[in-house]
């Protein structure tokens, strides 16, 4: 739209034109700002999905100057993690070279007719000030921060502009993630304006069905200091030999290279932290680019985990290991966000703000992006601040499961997605601790009640099929637990229009216990290993934790029924070693490893 006339100002004469500015943004989603016809005109005051102009928060470090100092990764001070997170391309008042002027919005003032006298100043509210920086092309053709009015010359001859993001949107009831731009030119006595409206990209979680383009995880460090595992306290993991080479083989068989995996290790003290699912959940943020390209750069979420203060006096920090995020991934086309709230209300607990307690499904009718699936009760619940921003991104509307009655008490623990050949293409892996004790009595009614669980680990017990069995407290704790899946697959199934009938199932056996024995309630975990907690490496590869069930003729029969389950679906398993490395501490392959997926066949997320 066209300029609107603004009043006449006392002292004007008869005969002046008032200026009719025309301030050109991407409207009609092209990647380009059309400057010689009117594609981008109509509507430009307003955004509505399929028309509005598109800006990236500008969040990663092009030219790597954001750099850790010595000691960042071990010092408990949370200064650490307020001056990790303030360092990126938005945070200083320049372009941080070619790459990063490709993550700026272009905006385009067309050329007018003014007098000598004419300026013209471009703006935002006041209120969005913090959020958004303009940049203009220079006669040298630099683009630098626009501090000042723009120039009867540059009025003539048009402006280039561009917008720069500062920040993702974080609690829609501050800010909803849009801005508007208003071009005013004065020029001898009157004035004008034109206005676009622009909205910030917003983080969409990747899902485990995109295809993975690098793996990650821990190896072993050396030191002495103690961070606990979900389970327990100060377990070590062993056998990290194992998981690593069954892991490099899965993901080799899967068709990702080697180079794409790797595996670092913490600082002495807290190298036990191994649980890379849990620092971080992966995600996108893009816009339109030309061609009917999109230009996007990753965002990842830092858990908002708080390291509790210490009777010695030094307080409450994020989780160390999730500085890794600064260290090894934020650069060129990767930023990191942390988004935490120490002042937390009764019921928050900092295990359920590990991220493998929120992960997401993928798109079906309706949700074009998907939809965040997280754990959570009224009596143990994750950091809302967190929550409200991931609501906030206003297109993976969040769905609820009960995950409080799990020590862990993470999502990962019993659901995940794969590829399945019904009208959506995915359905929902779930643990079946039914389906495991039905396998152990058809092995005691064919003879086999002597068959060890675990026997080819170092686990410190290996129980016989008919010990479990003839064990009530453990049939009625696996009992609990099925019927527990059972309120969250009816959650799930309400929520996605999934069909029982469509689920995978796979044997879990689970026990119940305490990690504090002053504890009010018992709570349960996987007793033999969570196969549906395991790592999507594409659609069709699944990296599960080896569930070391009883072997039957052979065969172990946890193994069989699910690649017969899978199979089914057209996914093979490759089995992955992590009984002594993961699963004894309360987690699994899921929980010690993370993902950089291939985001490229979002749906464009700007369009209706």
């Not at 909205?199 to 995880?217: G, I, M, N, T």
């Not at 060890?452 to 009625?476: G, H, S």
């Not at 389950?565 to 992955?576: F, K, M, N, P, T």
């Amino acid at each position: 739209m066209l300029a609107v006339l603004a009043t006449t100002v006392p002292g004007a004469t008869a005969q002046a034109a008032s200026p009719v500015p025309d301030l050109r943004a991407d409207v009609n989603q092209d990647g380009r700002v059309d400057t010689a016809g009117s594609t981008d005109e109509a509507g430009e005051d307003t955004w509505t999905p399929g028309r509005g102009a598109v800006f990236l928060p500008n969040l990663d470090d092009d030219e790597r100057r954001c750099r850790l100092l010595p000691g960042d990764l071990d010092r408990i001070d949370p200064a650490v993690d307020e001056r990790l997170a303030a360092c990126h391309d938005a945070a200083d008042d320049r372009v941080n070279g070619a790459a990063d002027e490709a993550d700026l919005a272009p905006l385009r003032v067309r050329p007018m007719p003014v007098s000598d006298a004419a300026t013209g100043r471009v703006t935002v509210p006041d209120e969005h000030r913090s959020r958004v920086r303009v940049f203009v092309r220079g006669a040298d053709g630099r683009l630098t921060a626009l501090h000042g009015p723009l120039t009867a010359h540059q009025l003539r001859a048009g402006v280039e502009l561009a917008l720069e993001g500062r920040d993702i949107v974080r609690d829609r009831g501050r800010w909803n993630g849009e801005v508007t731009v208003s071009l005013s030119v004065t020029d001898r006595g009157r004035s004008g304006v034109d206005r676009v409206r622009m909205k910030v990209a917003p983080v969409l979680v990747q899902h485990d069905l995109q295809r993975a383009e690098s793996v990650f995880a821990a190896k072993p460090g050396k030191g002495s200091g103690i961070v606990p595992g979900f389970v327990g306290t100060g377990y070590e993991p062993t056998q990290w030999r194992p998981f690593a080479d069954s892991l490099l083989r899965a993901a080799a068989e899967s068709g990702l290279g080697r180079e794409n995996v790797t595996f670092t290790a913490g600082t002495p003290g807290w190298w036990r932290d191994i649980w890379r699912q849990d620092m971080v959940e992966p995600g996108v943020v893009s816009m339109p680019a030309p061609g009917g390209r999109t230009h996007g750069m990753r965002v990842l979420l830092r858990a908002p985990v708080l390291w509790p203060a210490t009777e010695d006096g030094r307080p409450s920090t994020l989780s160390r290991s999730a500085r890794l995020l600064y260290r090894d991934f934020r650069g060129p086309g990767v930023g990191v966000v942390q988004q935490f709230t120490t002042d937390r209300p009764a019921g928050v607990e900092d295990l359920q703000n590990f991220t493998g307690n929120f992960e997401s499904v993928p798109p079906y009718p309706g949700h074009p992006q998907g939809r965040i699936v997280y754990g959570t009760a009224p009596h143990r619940s994750p950091d809302p601040s967190f929550v409200r921003m991931l609501e906030a991104q206003g297109q993976q509307k969040p769905i609820a499961i009960d995950t409080s009655w799990l020590i862990v008490g993470h999502t990962d623990e019993t659901v995940h997605v794969v590829r399945a050949d019904n009208a959506r293409g995915w359905t929902l892996m779930v643990s079946d601790p039914r389906l495991a004790e039905r396998l152990l009595r058809e092995a005691a009614a064919r003879g086999e009640g002597g068959r060890r669980l675990f026997a080819d680990t170092d686990a410190p017990d290996k129980p016989t099929v008919n010990a479990l069995l003839a064990d009530e407290k453990f049939l009625r704790d696996n009992e609990d637990s099925a019927r527990r899946v059972d309120g969250q697959v009816a959650t799930l199934l309400r929520e996605t229009g999934l069909s029982e009938h469509e689920l995978v199932r796979v044997p879990v056996l689970y026990v119940k216990g305490r990690i504090d024995p002053s504890a009010p309630e018992e709570r349960a975990i996987a007793f033999s290993p969570g196969i549906a907690n395991g790592l999507s490496l594409s659609d069709r590869h699944y990296a599960a934790p080896d569930p070391h069930g009883p072997r039957v003729g052979g065969v172990d029969l946890f193994r069989a029924a699910t690649e017969r389950a899978l199979a089914r679906q057209g996914v093979r398993v490759h089995w992955v070693e992590d009984f002594l490395w993961a699963h004894l501490a309360g987690g699994e392959v899921h929980c010690a490893t993370n993902a950089l997926r291939d985001t490229s066949g979002n749906a464009p997320w700007w369009k209706p």
